[in-house]
């Protein structure tokens, strides 16, 4: 049974906790944290999810992603899920997401790293993945207008390949 700290609209912990699929009361919130790899050719790894999954069953996703559990800051919460998922050591103590979007329960925090993996060594979830694949901005696109790719807005897409060398909304020289 997986419990979650909820949090304040300022993101501040309020000495509760809730249980996956448990409704929330107005006002509280819980930390999704989404890892999205790129490699040196500008490709995303994206993920397949498991058909018998619940919720966006068989669909292609980002790198990875998880509700950070009770006890986890968001970095522990990055950390853990692409080692489960994909068997990927990866520290995110000293970073700080690139960006997070605020949705209707909680905070979605973006971690973008450029990684080369090799796809025949990692370790996938059986109960959470299929299959991995790279792949370029315009197949994603192409993959969600087909139905095969989670439906995110192609916005949060492009700004995902845009951003995925600094921080911040503004271009720096």
């Known amino acids: 049974m997986e419990k979650w700290d909820l949090y304040d609209q300022y993101r501040q912990k309020i000495g509760k906790q809730a249980t996956r699929g448990e409704e929330f009361e107005k006002g509280e919130f819980h930390n999704v944290i989404h890892v999205c790899i790129f490699n040196s050719k500008g490709e995303m790894l994206i993920q397949q999810r498991q058909p018998f999954k619940q919720g966006w069953s068989n669909l292609w996703d980002i790198t990875c992603g998880g509700s950070a559990v009770a006890g986890d800051t968001s970095q522990q919460a990055a950390s853990r899920e692409l080692l489960e998922e994909l068997g990927i050591h990866y520290n995110f103590d000293n970073m700080r997401p690139q960006f997070t979007i605020n949705f209707k329960r909680g905070f979605d925090d973006y971690y973008l790293i450029e990684l080369d993996v090799d796809l025949s060594e990692l370790t996938l979830q059986p109960e959470e993945v299929q299959a991995v694949k790279?792949?370029?901005?315009?197949?994603?696109?192409?993959?969600?207008?087909?139905?095969?790719?989670?439906?995110?807005?192609?916005?949060?897409?492009?700004?995902?390949?845009?951003?995925?060398?600094?921080?911040?909304?503004?271009r720096q020289p």
């Not at 197949?139 to 995902?160: T, V």
Request: glycine share 10%.
């Open 134 to 170: 790279w792949a370029s901005q315009e197949e994603i696109f192409d993959m969600i207008e087909s139905g095969e790719f989670i439906p995110y807005y192609k916005s949060i897409i492009g700004f995902l390949f845009e951003g995925r060398y600094h921080y911040g909304s503004i």
